[in-house]
């Protein structure tokens, strides 16, 4: 981690990214003639709704929830790919929004970089791997000299666990794990300190999965890398994060460290998620089905959103949002809990769930 | 080839039974063999998972079970049983009508099943009239009681929605009561859950097991999602490279897998019930078609590999309660007895 000590900024202890209150909008109406000849309103997507939460440098802080619930929106408004509505994302102290220049935004920008979902979909299949891997490197001019530029993708080849070889072939040559292995290459190239993650297995076996991970792992106590993990799956985000937020229609419902909140979900939507999810050692149990969807976000349900598939919902939470309370070691926006109406306990685990291995 | 006669005395006679399957690809380059010699089977009202990751060839056995391999691929050896008669050489005209009525088929992406352009009230009707001699009326109703079997609310009203007008998961519903049309004797059911969230998730299975229970359906279930397999199946075949590794009851594949293979994989999978720092992982990658080696197709990455692998292919041989195609347990109990 030693390369990590360095890169400690003065003030040590404050989180590399601090998100605020961020926002972001999208008008999903008809165009106006329509909307004049059929009398209809304005129609806005509150993709995300005001959501907080900061990482700390060297961390994992992870974003889950189910399709459609803003945990995308959030990843592409902090890349710089979505401009926020409302809210400020500050990096390393700075608010990202607020810079308007290229020549301002571009040195930010090095410092971060993203992997996206479908390795399949993200390398230009056009393009030689050794080129994929050196654009960011070209793009922000960081060396000009060719045999330097080499010399450096292949050491980032061997840095995923490929020949320097590679980098004369085309994406297609390669399996979902090993394209995976490129655009980490490709990432890391920068040398950034942040790295966004959108999905980064959901594409792959749960086999390559595993290498992904692990390789993800020891790349960040090699360099110490801050680590956004957007994930729809509970169990990667239980093993690789340290802390975890869970988003439902565009607002973070709780959020705190994985362990605790993993041990003892607090929001009834937490709890349904972690209820819903099947494990290995529920061979024959079944899991509790919970009832309903995620409803129209064009149309949420007024006051908690969650409340019409809430067991616990009352008059109260059908009409008030709830704001998220801060205990000593969680977030959580929900009335019931505030109230102390809703009992919270821990969640029964099979404890003999190791794979024996002879 | 094994002559895999073991199976011969367990049971009257299970529902479908596949044996020494084999299919073929060709192609300019030669010839690839995607399925090489698996045999398994499924009694009724039992639900066999198949595992594996993509490419082993888990739906390429269930497409040519419903008789719907995408050509070049062809059944090049082996025969397949559908109740006692044999429907891998049939015609596509008697195939036709086997399909639907007595294999319903549901796949992973419940928007391609269904016809945007039809309402899901037409689609049903049309498949109920095409398997029983139903008049338009009592189509009509049976239909409504399909949706309602199959949870979806105020069903009368919804007969007449669009599948567009259908979220994710009750599109899939649909494409269940359409399989159901007919009250088909097996149910090949290919990654039905994956394109759904786990709230979701969890709804579908258990319409899929209470189904299978009510009706004594046999159903084929072909996932990667093990969390799905450990809850839902009986039994469960883990499949590589176009073969089976290991065949068993789930309990025992799951929690005492025999085949390195198995072992692995299970062990790739995180946990929600205890952390870990390093996933296990398998080195490398399942070899493509065209290069399986020679002996078990798993021994170049096998941490266990014996000389023997490299040059003599294991058969499934019995290890406890499951049956594992691996040579660490010898001759202990040779397939073909």
């Known amino acids: 981690m030693s390369e990590a000590a360095l890169r400690q900024s003065p003030e040590a202890g404050a989180p590399l990214v601090s998100v605020q209150k961020l926002a972001r909008y999208f008008d999903v109406s008809k165009p106006l003639l329509n909307r004049v000849l059929e009398r209809e309103e304005r129609l806005v997507l509150k993709a995300v709704d005001g959501i907080s939460f900061d990482i700390p440098r060297g961390r994992t802080f992870a974003l889950v929830g189910e399709s459609g619930c803003g945990k995308s929106t959030v990843a592409r408004c902090i890349v710089g790919l979505y401009r926020p509505s409302a809210g400020a994302i500050l990096f390393d102290g700075v608010d990202m929004a607020a810079l308007k220049s290229r020549h301002e935004i571009m040195p930010l920008r090095r410092r971060l970089q993203m992997i996206f979902q479908d390795p399949y979909a993200s390398l230009n ?24 530029i080499r010399a450096r993708v292949d050491e980032l080849l061997r840095h995923v666990g490929m020949a320097p070889k590679d980098g004369e072939k085309f994406p297609h040559e390669f399996s979902g794990g090993q394209r995976q292995r490129i655009s980490i290459a490709r990432a890391l190239a920068s040398n950034p300190e942040f790295l966004v993650c959108d999905e980064p297995t959901s594409a792959l076996d749960v086999s390559v999965q595993a290498q992904i991970l692990n390789l993800m792992t020891d790349l960040q ?5 801050t680590y956004l993990l957007i994930s729809h799956d509970l169990a990667v985000v239980y093993n690789f994060a340290d802390e975890v937020g869970v988003m439902y229609l565009g607002r973070l419902v709780e959020q705190g460290a994985v362990e605790e909140l993993f041990r003892a979900p607090r929001h009834p939507y937490t709890r349904m998620l972690l209820d819903a999810i099947p494990d290995l050692d529920m061979t024959g149990r079944a899991r509790t089905p919970v009832a309903g969807e995620v409803p129209d976000p064009i149309d949420p349900p007024p006051g908690c959103a969650f409340h019409p598939r809430c067991p616990h919902a009352d008059e109260r939470c059908r009409t008030e949002a709830p704001v998220s309370i801060r205990t000593a070691d969680r977030q959580v926006a929900c009335h019931g809990i505030e109230e102390g109406r809703i009992r919270v306990g821990e969640r029964v685990v099979a404890q003999n769930n190791a794979v024996s291995v002879d | ?26 192609t300019r380059h030669g010839t690839l063999l995607a399925i090489d010699d698996i045999s398994f089977e499924i009694a009724e009202g039992e639900i066999l998972g198949v595992v594996g990751e993509s490419g082993a060839g888990k739906s390429i056995t269930g497409m040519s ?82 949706l309602e079997e199959v949870g979806i609310p105020a069903a009368e009203r919804r007969i007449d929605a669009y599948p567009h007008q259908f979220s994710g998961g009750m599109r899939q519903r649909v494409v269940i009561a359409l399989a159901l049309c007919a009250k088909p004797r097996l149910i090949i059911a290919d990654e039905p859950t994956t394109a759904l969230d786990v709230s979701v998730q969890a709804q579908i299975i258990s319409l899929l097991k209470q189904l299978s229970r009510e009706h004594g359906a046999a159903v084929m279930l072909v996932t990667h999602d093990m969390g799905v397999i450990a809850e839902t199946t009986d039994r469960v075949a883990v499949m590589y490279a176009g073969r089976i590794a290991e065949i068993g009851p789930v309990d025992q594949v799951i929690k005492h897998p025999k085949h390195p293979y198995t072992v692995g994989l299970m062990g790739s999978i995180p946990s929600t019930s205890h952390r870990t720092e390093r996933l296990v992982q398998i080195e490398g990658a399942m070899p493509r078609l065209t290069d399986i080696p020679t002996g078990c197709a798993f021994n170049p990455r096998c941490p266990k590999v014996l000389e023997r692998c490299r040059v003599e292919r294991p058969e499934l041989a019995a290890v406890e309660d499951s049956r594992a195609a691996c040579w660490l347990y010898g001759d202990k109990a040779p397939a073909h007895v």
Do not use: C
Request: hydrophobic fraction near 40%.
């Open chain 2, 65 to 146: 079970i419903i008789g719907l391999l995408d050509p070049p691929g062809r059944v090049a050896g082996g025969r397949i049983t559908l109740e006692g008669r044999r429907i891998d050489n049939l015609s596509y005209e008697e195939m036709r009508r086997i399909r639907g009525k007595k294999i319903g088929a549901i796949f992973q992406d419940p928007l391609t099943s269904l016809n945007p352009l039809y309402t899901i009230g037409r689609q049903l009707i049309e498949t109920i009239q095409t398997h029983t001699k139903l008049s338009a009326a009592q189509a009509h109703r049976r239909a409504i009681e399909l």
């Open chain 1, 125 to 148: 299949p056009r393009w030689r791997i050794a080129n994929i891997i050196a654009e960011p490197i070209v793009a922000h001019r960081l060396m000009s000299d060719r045999k330097a």
């Open chain 1, 221 to 225: 106590a090699e360099l110490g890398l």
């Open chain 2, 1 to 26: 080839m094994a002559k895999n006669n073991q199976t011969k005395n367990r049971m009257a006679g299970p529902l479908l039974k596949i044996e020494n399957l084999r299919i073929e690809f060709p």
